[in-house]
């Protein structure tokens, strides 16, 4: 059971808008800690997405944007693409755990 | 080109040991903290340990703890992970990752994958 609860899976048409919600509590993304988006493609490893709630790396196009409030956090992609088909995780820090915490990861299809 | 690159997986009976390595480049290693992260088979992430850059500060999740030890060389670039007493639930694709200023974990390996059965 992960700290931080993501949908197994999402879908969208291409050209769609999707959001996938991370929900923690009050001793991680409540408590201000920020959370970082993951883009894991088939046979992978992950690569950052988003870092501190709503920042692009470099490389990264601006369909993909974040948000958090509360104890959530949502990662929205914008005009779906074939090659967004991926596993998505989102991270934060947990303060009673005093640990790196992650979703347990949400499988996005493009139809 | 920043590059991390792991080593030093593969097949070990329950209660064996294992020593995984991580070699870095393209970055001054010893001026970041490190973490190793794990992925169960068809399951999501999970944080293994953390070692700050001089390795003074180091952390591991309740998993492990008391059967891994992190550790690091900064002189060889490398990062390691001991790996004692190994149980069924330890199987996974192990990476490593550089940490961010805030938590993030940039870049990945591209993971070595210990298998614990008998």
């Known amino acids: 059971q992960s700290v931080l609860t993501q949908p197994p899976s999402v879908s969208g048409a291409p050209g769609q808008r999707v959001t996938i919600s991370c929900t923690g509590s009050s001793s991680n993304i409540g408590a201000g800690y920020d959370v970082h988006w993951y883009q894991q493609l088939p046979g992978t490893a992950p690569k950052l997405l988003l870092y501190?709630?709503?920042n692009r790396p470099s490389g990264v196009p601006d369909r993909f944007s974040g948000s958090k409030s509360g104890t959530s956090a949502s990662l929205a992609i914008t005009g779906l693409q074939a090659e967004d088909e991926a596993d998505y995780h989102c991270q934060s820090f947990d303060s009673s755990l005093s640990a790196s915490v992650f979703g347990g990861g949400t499988k996005l299809t493009v139809l | 080109e920043v590059q991390l690159v792991e080593s030093g997986g593969g097949l070990v009976q329950p209660g064996g040991s294992l020593r995984l390595s991580c070699a870095a480049s393209g970055f001054i290693f010893s001026s970041y903290s490190m973490n190793w992260a794990r992925q169960a088979p068809g399951k999501g992430l999970e944080w293994v340990s953390y070692?700050?850059?001089?390795?003074?500060?180091?952390y591991y999740a309740d998993s492990v703890k008391g059967r891994f030890t992190i550790s690091r060389d900064n002189a060889r670039n490398s990062l390691y992970l001991q790996m004692n007493s190994l149980r069924d639930e330890d199987t996974a694709v192990y990476y490593c990752a550089r940490a961010g200023m805030r938590d993030w974990f940039d870049p990945w390996g591209q993971g070595t994958l210990v298998t614990v059965s008998s």
């Open positions: 501190g709630n709503n």
């Open positions: 070692i700050s850059s001089s390795g003074s500060t180091i």
